[in-house]
């Protein structure tokens, strides 16, 4: 696991829906949740490609680019 981040002020984070049937209005009430509660953090909501076991080289190419951390939504 990556380290902890100190804060989460100034810092961006996606939030990645793996689109598990079901879970996207969930998935995007965490993110709206987060977002109201760290309005000093960047949130960014982002789709994967496929499902849970296909690779998307390009979003995790964007997150390690332009994030600092992550929360992805593997189903319930």
Known sequence: ?????????????????????LTKLFVQEVYNVLREKYPKTNWVFRDKI?????????LWAEIKENGHGMVMAIGH
Do not use: H, N
Not at 8 to 14: A, N, V
Not at 50 to 58: A, I, Q, T, V
């Open 1 to 21: 696991m990556a380290p902890r981040l100190d804060t989460l002020d100034g810092k961006t984070i996606y939030v990645v829906d793996t689109k598990y049937p």
């Open 50 to 58: 496929g499902s849970y076991f296909d690779d998307d080289p390009k």
